[in-house]
């Protein structure tokens, strides 16, 4: 190798200094930036908490700083909804303070709502929901229902000579103005309310006065990465938790008869906690509407070895909230339901749900169709639910 020249040598030491100022440069600036954005968890860490009659929620509401958690009353404590976006990328902090600001005053959206902050709050109570029909035993195919396979695990019950349909509308409560779409009308709708909405009390005597079945909507872990709190039951939760929090839930709506699950993808796939849930609903006598926001749903299994009352869903009417959707997936219904004597739907208040139910609803009896509360469909489902032991 030939020697350098001290010109050479010269330059070539400066050329490494300059280098070496540029690597420490990046590494100050790398240091700075990385400190000084806030990492968000996957998972938030609850810390110990002194009053463990708390939820796992309400006790991270109460040991983390920064944490919006709003106590309503002293004599029982309830929280707002503390909104937690796991999935960050896709919005700017202007847009999750808007999401945030309007999920902590009860949702109270309208129409005219920004179309941005509308879709995430959709994200924020619903998660991705299949399109086909989930049900149990040999596939029966039937030309007349294009896309859908009947499955019945039996000859279906005696329904009368009308065959009948059940439609659910979950997500009641976060936005008073849908809730009250919903609550106009004037239908023998079942509506399920979620534990955390503003006003909630005067809202469910609302949709009671038009007629309406309540239910609880069950908040459940699902397996994506948006959740809601306070009131969620976790996987996290041991069996325990898993009661205590659900108790609670329920004691937020005497006098109903029966709960469904909200998302629970990944809940419902856990044996163990769901055993749990049907303990209590055993304890209370109420019946489980199996949503099938997953196939692997455990629910079924968990619910034939407590002896409760169980349902699943049949059809999802407004993946899509639009109205000529909409509409097909109620079609979907009708088919269904003449030819298994009755079919389970499920929408959300979503706008043009209202909108195909103003329109389909009043047609139902030209159709040949009667429209009934679910815990009417489970009584025949299963003609012992509501008896005493001693009854039964």
């Keep these: 190798m030939p020697k350098l020249t001290p010109t050479q040598l010269k330059y070539v ?176 709708l079942t509506v399920a309310f979620l534990t955390y909405g503003t006003n909630l009390q005067k809202q469910i005597e609302n949709s009671q006065k038009a007629g309406q079945e309540i239910m609880l909507h069950t908040p459940m872990e699902a397996l994506g990465k948006v959740e809601v709190a306070p009131d969620v039951l976790t996987t996290e939760m041991s069996v325990d938790e898993i009661k205590r929090n659900f108790k609670i839930m329920l004691d937020k709506f005497p006098g109903i008869l029966g709960i469904n699950n909200h998302m629970g993808s990944k809940l419902t796939e856990d044996l163990p906690r769901m055993n749990a849930v049907m303990e209590v609903l055993k304890e209370r006598n109420m019946f489980f509407l199996d949503s099938k926001t997953s196939a692997k749903s455990r629910a079924e299994e968990a619910a034939r070895a407590a002896g409760i009352a169980y349902a699943h869903r049949h059809v999802f009417l407004d993946n899509n909230n639009d109205k000529t959707y909409i509409l097909g997936q109620l079609d979907k219904v009708e088919k269904l339901a003449k030819k298994n004597g009755y079919a389970i739907a499920i929408g959300h208040p979503k706008s043009q749900t209202y909108a195909a139910l103003k329109e389909w609803l009043p047609k139902m009896k030209d159709k040949g169709l009667e429209l009934i509360h679910l815990s009417k469909a489970i009584k025949v489902l299963h003609p012992w639910f509501g008896r005493t032991a001693a009854e039964k």
């Excluded at 030491?13 to 000084?36: D, N, Q, R, T």
């Excluded at 944490?67 to 847009?95: A, N, R, W």
């Excluded at 439609?167 to 919903?182: H, V």
Aim: aromatic share 6%.
């Design 13 to 188: 030491l400066l050329k490494g200094i300059h280098l070496l100022a540029v690597v420490l440069i990046m590494v100050v600036l790398v240091s700075y930036f990385h400190k000084e954005t806030p990492q968000i968890p996957d998972t938030p860490a609850p810390k110990q908490a002194a009053n463990q009659g708390l939820s796992a929620y309400e006790q991270f509401c109460l040991n983390n700083e920064g944490v919006d958690c709003l106590l309503l009353s002293d004599k029982k404590p309830e929280y707002k909804p503390q909104v937690i976006l796991m999935d960050t990328g896709e919005i700017d902090d202007d847009l999750r303070e808007k999401i945030s600001q309007i999920a902590h005053n009860g949702c109270d959206t309208s129409p005219e709502v920004n179309g941005n902050i509308q879709t995430m709050l959709d994200r924020l109570y619903e998660e991705e929901l299949p399109d086909d029909v989930i049900d149990e035993a040999a596939v029966i195919k039937n030309p007349k229902l294009k896309n859908i396979h009947i499955i019945p695990a039996h000859k279906p019950p005696f329904w009368g000579t009308t065959p009948k349909v059940v439609l659910i509308i979950d997500d009641m409560g976060i936005s008073q103005k849908r809730t009250a779409d919903i609550a106009s009308l004037h239908y023998p």
